[in-house]
Structures are given as structure tokens and as C-alpha cells.
């Protein structure tokens, strides 16, 4: 069973990217991308149906349609924080700059 780390909340877009625009892929792989972990497409569920014999439980496959509209969401999501915290860094630099070389106009 794969295990769930937060940490992979912090490579999740980094991942995908690496993934969707390398240059070798490997169709062969059994490797688990990180989506797949976060945002499991397909798992085992019990169906409880009234049968003959009372209650009977069954094991299927259920799909979780609403987790490739989430995958995608935080995948946008995570870019833009990503953009956001590099247009954050960008503007303190420059603020900081203004601090230290900026010249003070002098009067006359």
C-alpha cells in the first residue's frame, strides 16, 4: 500500500510537470505518480444489498469521479502559489533595493 506524506503536497505540481514534459517516459513503469496517491481514481468499497439471506456484502471497484476535477483544481492551485510567492520575493527585493540605493533628493 502506498503511504500518504504531506510532503507531497509540496513536490505535487513539480511531479506532474516532470512527468508530463520529459523527455523519456517510461510507458513499462509501475511507478505510482504522486496524483495517483493524492487523488486515488479508483478504490475497493463494500456494497451492502438485502439478498436471500438477509444483508450481503459485496466488494467492488468504486470510481471517485469528483477526484479528476479536484486533481486538476489543486494542480492550478498549486502553480499559483507558486507564482505568487516568486512575485512576492521579486517585490521584496526590489522594495529592499529602493531602501538601500535609493538617492534621497536633496533641497535646494
Known amino acids: 500500500m502506498f503511504e500518504y506524506s504531506p510532503e507531497m503536497w509540496y513536490r505535487f505540481g513539480a511531479d506532474w510537470y516532470g512527468t508530463r514534459f520529459s523527455s523519456y517516459t517510461n510507458n513499462n513503469s509501475?511507478?505510482?505518480?504522486?496524483?495517483?496517491?493524492?487523488?486515488?481514481?479508483?478504490?475497493?468499497?463494500?456494497?451492502?444489498?438485502?439478498?436471500?439471506?438477509?444483508?450481503?456484502?459485496?466488494?467492488?471497484?468504486?470510481?471517485?469521479?469528483?477526484?479528476?476535477?479536484f486533481q486538476y483544481f489543486f494542480l492550478f492551485t498549486w502553480f499559483m502559489l507558486v507564482a505568487v510567492f516568486f512575485t512576492n520575493l521579486i517585490s521584496c527585493?526590489?522594495?529592499?533595493?529602493?531602501?538601500?540605493?535609493?538617492?534621497?533628493?536633496?533641497?535646494?
Not at 39 to 66: D, H, N
Not at 94 to 102: A, G, Q
Open 30 to 69: 509501475n511507478d505510482t505518480l504522486t496524483k495517483d496517491i493524492l487523488f486515488p481514481k479508483m478504490i475497493s468499497c463494500e456494497i451492502k444489498r438485502w439478498g436471500p439471506s438477509g444483508i450481503e456484502v459485496e466488494t467492488a471497484q468504486c470510481v471517485l469521479s469528483p477526484n479528476v476535477l
Open 93 to 108: 527585493l526590489l522594495h529592499i533595493s529602493e531602501m538601500f540605493f535609493s538617492t534621497v533628493p536633496t533641497t535646494g
